[in-house]
């Protein structure tokens, strides 16, 4: 591509070829983690060739149909509908739920605190709302916070990581909206006390949000694999929404995620309406505008091509990953978890990390093309198993413990980096 005189690129005068389009792609991406191999520990999810086929394949077909206006596009706002459907038996949808289709865990957190900002501004008059929340709810309630004016108030986690409802109820007041749990919370993989929760938002007269967006597809298979799954989902009383994100443990294209409330009366304030300029009515049920079909049409197919059984399968390969990977960190010599894992999800540190540095470690890991998220408080590891690690876990624990023999050699250290960047 040509470069203007300040160094920046700019349009080709005539086009490039398709073959020297998929080359330049090539040699960009040549340095990407290869999470299709099973690479990536965050950020990637794969269920394998066949899935992804099938998945592409229908991203291509409707990438270019606009859910903006389904009237146009009939066949989105079926593929919509059905996603939703069969996306609320996990999340134990009762007859009353009603959802909508969102780009990702972050709008499903942003719109679920948006309704709870209008519809506590409509019913109580609350025109200065907070929401209470543990430290180890996701990130995006700090952004749905930022975004609609709405104060956060962070309650410090127990020793088990797990969310402090007595604690959380002390932050409560009459500008109250919103508490928050997760199922499970990220950083280190563990189910809140739903049950608890919804009980405090009852008492309270509150809405009570799940962050399933990591569990909602694994917890409910998990259950019935035989695993002692704590109530999580809408059928715990006091719960008013929940999410879960498909292009995760759903295994579907990126930008998929649904959002459930309880009722039709809470899904009313998520939406947008407004006649109020020369284009007619303009009516939008999340952040989006135009909405790419893509990412709808591959929740579908995904959906439909694995099934019940699918589903069931690959939650149990990557429990088994997960198991045998938190195994192998328990009887490490030089690491520690941090809990053990409820669900697919784990961290862990080092037990002296005055003599190893993890981030030193996941620095030694990437040179062999092996990804994984670097958090704090405190400094440690996370692995995000899906199905695709069932193949690799076992090579993956031999360099890990190869990469962390470098680092007590060589007395490296690394930096935290970010879970996110801008």
């Known amino acids: 591509m040509k470069q203007g005189k300040s160094g920046q690129h700019v349009i080709p005068a005539t086009g490039m070829s398709a073959q020297n389009i998929v080359t330049s792609f090539d040699e960009m991406s040549a340095h990407d983690v290869q999470w299709r191999d099973g690479k990536a520990f965050s950020l990637a999810y794969n269920a394998g060739p066949e899935v992804l086929a099938v998945a592409e394949e229908a991203y291509k077909r409707f990438s270019g149909a606009n859910a903006l206006n389904t009237a146009a596009f009939p066949s989105l706002r079926q593929m919509q509908g059905e996603v939703i459907e069969m996306a609320g038996v996990w999340l134990g949808s009762p007859t009353t739920a009603a959802g ?7 709008e499903s957190i942003l719109m679920a605190v948006k309704a709870a900002r209008d519809q506590f501004r409509t019913e109580a008059s609350i025109t200065h709302p907070n929401i209470v929340l543990p430290t180890s709810a996701h990130a995006a309630f700090d952004k749905a916070a ?8 962070r309650v410090d986690v127990l020793p088990n990581w797990r ?5 959380m109820a002390e ?12 199922a499970p919370q990220y950083p280190q993989g563990v189910i809140d006390d739903i049950p608890a929760l919804g009980s405090l938002a009852q008492r309270q007269n509150i809405n009570c949000h799940v962050d399933a967006c990591m569990g909602g597809v694994s917890l409910a298979y998990l259950s019935r694999l035989g695993h002692q799954i704590p109530p999580w989902n809408l059928q715990v009383d006091g719960i008013t929404s929940i999410s879960v994100d498909l292009h995760k443990f759903g295994y579907t294209s990126k930008g998929a995620s649904v959002i459930m409330y309880a009722n039709k009366r809470l899904r009313s304030y998520q939406g947008f309406f407004t006649d109020q300029w020369l284009g007619g009515v303009y009516a939008s049920s999340g952040m989006l505008g135009t909405k790419s079909g893509g990412a709808i049409a591959a929740a579908w197919a995904v959906m439909h091509f694995l099934g019940d059984d699918g589903y069931l399968r690959l939650t149990q390969s990557a429990r088994g990953a997960t198991e045998k990977l938190a195994n192998h960190i328990s009887g490490h010599p030089h690491l520690s978890l941090l809990a053990q894992p409820d669900a697919l999800l784990l961290s862990f540190i080092a037990n002296d990390s005055q003599r190893l540095n993890v981030y030193a470690v996941a620095d030694e890991m990437w040179k062999r093309g092996w990804y994984i998220d670097r958090q704090e408080p405190p400094q440690s590891l996370h692995c995000t198993v899906n199905a695709i ?5 076992d090579a993956m624990m031999v360099d890990l413990d190869e990469c962390i023999a470098i680092v007590l050699d060589t007395d490296k250290t690394g930096d935290v980096g970010a879970y996110g960047t801008l």
Not at 146 to 153: C, I, P, Q, S, T
Not at 163 to 167: E, G, K, N
Not at 171 to 182: A, E, Y
Not at 389 to 393: D, F, K, L, P, R
């Open 389 to 393: 690690h069932e193949s690799v876990i």
């Open 100 to 106: 909508y289709f969102t780009s990702g865990g972050t």
């Open 171 to 182: 932050r409560i007041d009459k500008n109250t909206i919103l508490i928050v749990g997760s």
């Open 163 to 167: 969310a402090d409802v007595a604690a």
């Open 146 to 153: 930022a975004y609609f004016g709405v104060e956060l108030r």
